[in-house]
C-alpha cells in the first residue's frame, strides 16, 4: 500500500516562502507523475504542479514564475517551493502520485497566507 506525507505547511506573512515537502513510501519511477494539488473548503481540487517520470514540469498558470516543483530520486520526495506567495495561495495542499488512471493522495497539509 502506497503512503504520501505531507510536511511543511504553515502560516506565513504575504510575500514569504514555505517548502512542502512529500514522502512517498515507493520508488517515485513506479508513477507515471507526482505533484501537487490544492483545495479550499466548499471548492474542487486544482493543480498546482507536477514532474513527470520523465523530469518535466507543469504549473497552474497562477504560481507560474513563484513555485517550483522538484524531485529526490533517492529519498523518494517531491517538493513544492513556494515564493512570493499571496493570500490566495491559502488552502490545503495535498500530494498525489499517479499510475495511469490510479491516484494515491497524502491527508494535505494547510497553507496560510497572512499578515
Known amino acids: 500500500q502506497v503512503q504520501l506525507v505531507e510536511s511543511g505547511g504553515g502560516l506565513v506573512q504575504p510575500g514569504g516562502s514555505l517548502s512542502l515537502s512529500c514522502a512517498v513510501s515507493r520508488n517515485i519511477f513506479d508513477f507515471n507523475d507526482v505533484g501537487w494539488y490544492r483545495q479550499a473548503p466548499g471548492k474542487q481540487r486544482d493543480l498546482v504542479a507536477s514532474i513527470n517520470v520523465g523530469g518535466n514540469t507543469d504549473y497552474a498558470d497562477s504560481v507560474k514564475g513563484r513555485f517550483t516543483i522538484y524531485r529526490d530520486n533517492v529519498r523518494n520526495t517531491v517538493t513544492l517551493q513556494m515564493n512570493t506567495l499571496k493570500p490566495e495561495d491559502t488552502d490545503i495542499y495535498y500530494c498525489?502520485?499517479?499510475?495511469?488512471?490510479?491516484?494515491?493522495w497524502g491527508p494535505g497539509t494547510q497553507v496560510t497566507v497572512s499578515s
Open positions: 498525489y502520485a499517479r499510475i495511469l488512471r490510479s491516484s494515491k
